[in-house]
């Protein structure tokens, strides 16, 4: 949560709120990535 | 109140550590992990600076580290969205990396503290400053000056590749910024890497390799790739290069406009490296002079400091010195990213926290920069003798008295004294030392001792007070990032054949009363050595001076090529059985070569990976 928070101060800061699309992609690609390595890997075929 | 500042994750990590605003300790990780530039979490460096200063982690007051991890990543982010659709596959490759490195960099580093603390209040007390605050506050804070102008120039931080800043007793104002990919920094590493060397450590190589060229390819650097403004500033063309979005700093196009693929790795050295050498250390040369003469005149300021890892560039830093725009020049002797760990802590200590800064007249605050480890003389027994190493123990008069003669006998001398230097110049704590005056050390280091590239040159260290004596140089030079030519009568001409020559040949030729440290242009880096700071150093070179009559001696770092400079007398023994270091002196124990165990000497010259 403070990773989010954090982001989203950042965003501000800099007034880059475009790149919060691509950096929830990224997160949540990145999330799949490592999710696919555990035992909900075959669960995550039937999302799709 | 007591500062950590770190380094990492990039190269040469590293720790620093401020005690009410005074610099204790600091070190480079890579000394004790014996990985040359370690990029990994110094967990060893701070561990060295809590112990040297007493304390434990819990007495840290603030963790600085030296970037912001959300502004590179968006660096990184934007750079590859210009680029897009180019770069996908480096892209894709770099995603998971990013993620966990960068974004999540608070949580890799509160893990780490972990292991010292597991409770570390780290929302409060972990503070991160930017890349080149960093820079420029390791060059300002603990430099003499009340008010300077402060130039870092680098590869890169999150996006400031060159930045001027204004610092006044406590302030440091950063004023102007250079953003990437339009960088010096990485401009010289691209010829770094085309001229064969290694990216972020062969940079310093290429400068040496610089004088045996001409600089033919200049014009054509400053007409195609670099678009150069009267002020300093630039922008470079980036159709010929491929650093942002390829793994390879150059390209396609770049090889053609110089004639051929980038040579490869321990290929041998072509008149054509040379003149690239020689032409990309002009054009550096020329961006600095412009950059520090535009300082100079629109802030009207007495003072320059210098940091980055461009101010690793003595020969540039050299020229701007006789340009005499300044009245004086500090570089920061960490001016590459180890540094940051101390700027990290100084900027925090002084802009975070907002506490006075006092300037102690003509001494800087980096202490001669020997500001890590150092061993009792019972310690460096205990061990020596442990490593099955024979040894005469000697008074401190007696210890000076025979390293002085052997440095008289034209000997390879190891020397391990004090604290271990901090930087990437030993300067007379872990040296190999040898006579300037003998035609053939030159040689016998590059080729025996160093087992390095034979072009390169070696250094001098001189006695302060007698610096302008043999040196075309009047200022302090503690740091070895200062060139200057040796004086005219003390030079010998080179003949039409002998300038013809190349590496170790052209080396060898006796350029001056002092030709192991002359280079092929008599230049030489100088260290000018002060008693206040190292005393053991000074009298050493004073007993060689009441010998021979010459107050210089060769100082290069005691290690050998690939190696990161010794740190315990543990390394320095390895390294003396496996060179041909004729005598190691470690504290007041004498070691000679011939009398040691044979079965101890080993071949080091394999051992590390080529930098």
């Known amino acids: ?48 | 109140m007591r500062i950590l500042g770190i380094s990492a994750f990039y190269h040469d990590s590293a720790a620093a550590l401020l005690v009410d605003g005074k610099l204790v300790a600091a070190a480079q990780e890579e000394r004790f992990t014996r990985k040359k530039h370690d990029a990994g979490f110094p967990q060893q460096a701070i561990d060295f600076c809590l112990q040297h200063a007493g304390i434990d982690f819990r007495d840290v007051d603030f963790v600085a580290f030296y970037d912001k991890p959300f502004l590179k990543f968006e660096r990184l982010l934007e750079t590859y969205l210009a680029f897009a659709p180019r770069g996908f596959t480096s892209f894709r490759m770099a995603i998971p990396v990013w993620l966990k490195e960068k974004l999540l960099q608070k949580t890799l580093l509160r893990d780490e503290f972990k292991r010292w603390v597991p409770d570390f209040d780290w929302h409060n007390k972990l503070l991160f400053g930017e890349h080149h605050q960093s820079h420029a506050a390791s060059a300002f804070f603990p430099s003499p000056f009340e008010k300077a102008a402060v130039l870092t120039m680098d590869g890169v931080g999150e996006w400031a590749t060159t930045s001027l800043a204004i610092g006044e007793g406590s302030e440091l104002r950063m004023v102007r910024e250079l953003h990437f990919p339009h960088s010096l920094g990485l401009l010289y590493s691209a010829f770094t890497y085309y001229t064969g060397f290694k990216v972020n450590s062969g940079e310093y190589k290429v400068m040496g390799l610089a004088p045996y060229g001409e600089p033919r390819f200049k014009a054509m650097i400053l007409d195609k790739l670099v678009d150069l403004k009267d002020d300093g500033s630039f922008r470079l063309n980036l159709e010929y290069f491929d650093y942002c979005t390829g793994l390879r700093m150059t390209n396609e196009k770049f090889d053609a406009l110089f004639g051929g693929k980038p040579r490869k790795a321990e290929e041998r050295l072509t008149q054509r490296e040379m003149d690239l050498a020689a032409s990309i250390q002009a054009v550096t040369e020329e961006i600095v002079l412009r950059l520090a003469r535009s300082v100079a005149k629109e802030n009207g300021v007495k003072n320059l400091c210098l940091a980055g890892g461009v101010a690793l560039n003595c020969v540039a830093n050299g020229k701007v010195l006789r340009e005499k725009l300044f009245d004086n020049i500090w570089v920061q002797p960490a001016a590459g990213d180890a540094g940051g760990a101390v700027g990290a802590a100084f900027a925090a200590y002084h802009g975070f926290c907002r506490q006075p800064r006092t300037v102690n007249g003509h001494l800087d605050g980096m202490d001669g920069s020997y500001l890590g480890p150092q061993y009792t003389q019972s310690d460096i027994e205990t061990r020596l003798t442990a490593a099955g190493a024979k040894f005469d123990v000697l008074s401190y008069e007696g210890m000076i008295d025979a390293t002085a003669q052997a440095l008289a006998d034209e000997k390879a001398v190891g020397w391990f004294q004090g604290r271990m230097e901090f930087g990437p110049r030993a300067l007379g704590g872990r040296s190999i030392l040898g006579d300037p005056r003998s035609p053939s050390m030159q040689k016998t280091l590059n080729l025996k001792v160093k087992y390095r590239e034979s072009f390169r040159p070696f250094a001098p260290s001189v006695l302060r007070e007698d610096v302008t004596d043999w040196f075309e140089i009047e200022a302090d030079s503690p740091y070895m990032l200062m060139v200057a030519p040796v004086v005219e009568r003390r030079r010998r001409a080179m003949t039409a054949d002998e300038q013809a020559l190349f590496g170790i040949e052209k080396l060898n030729v006796p350029r001056s009363d002092i030709p192991a440290v002359t280079h092929v242009d008599y230049s030489a880096r100088i260290q000018t050595v002060h008693r206040e700071t190292n005393p053991a150093y000074y009298d050493l070179i004073s007993a060689f001076k009441a010998r021979t009559g010459c107050p210089v001696i060769v100082n290069t770092s005691f290690n050998v090529r690939g190696e990161p400079i010794v740190c315990t007398p543990e390394d320095a023994f390895r390294c003396f059985m496996g060179s041909e270091i004729e005598v190691l002196v470690v504290g007041n124990c004498v070691l000679r070569k011939d009398v040691q165990d044979p079965s101890l000497k080993r071949d080091y010259k394999d051992t590390f990976e080529l930098d």
Request: net charge positive; aromatic share 16%; glycine share 4%.
């Open chain 1, 1 to 48: 949560m403070w990773l989010i928070k954090e982001l989203w101060d950042f965003m501000r800061v800099r007034k880059k709120f475009w790149l919060l699309p691509i950096i929830v992609v990224m997160v949540m690609l990145g999330a799949l990535l490592v999710l696919t390595k555990t035992a909900i890997g075959p669960f995550i075929y039937t999302i799709f």
